[in-house]
């Protein structure tokens, strides 16, 4: 369990958005820890282009180590958040 912060909060609004446009359903929704293992559709080529349409709402780029790495939802806000805090 991790808390959230306001901000963080917001960041996970916009990465919801950026996951229901991504996979055409508006029902969806993500939490922290939402995995892709949740998703029926979220395979690797999905996570490809979930990591590019999140690298444009945030107008950011992810090292390939960090999505490789990355576990659940709640390790992207981090690292969105992490770099909005710099």
Do not use: C, P
């Amino acid at each position: 369990f991790r808390s959230s912060t306001m901000r963080d909060d917001k960041i996970l609004q916009r990465v919801n958005d950026v996951f229901q446009d991504v996979f055409d359903d508006d029902s969806l929704y993500v939490d922290y820890d939402t995995t892709s293992d949740d998703i029926d559709d979220w395979d690797s080529l999905e996570h490809i282009t979930l990591m590019e349409e999140i690298e444009k709402e945030f107008g950011m780029h992810f090292k390939t180590s960090e999505i490789a790495n990355m576990k659940n939802v709640g390790e992207t806000i981090d690292i969105i958040a992490k770099r909005a805090r710099k």
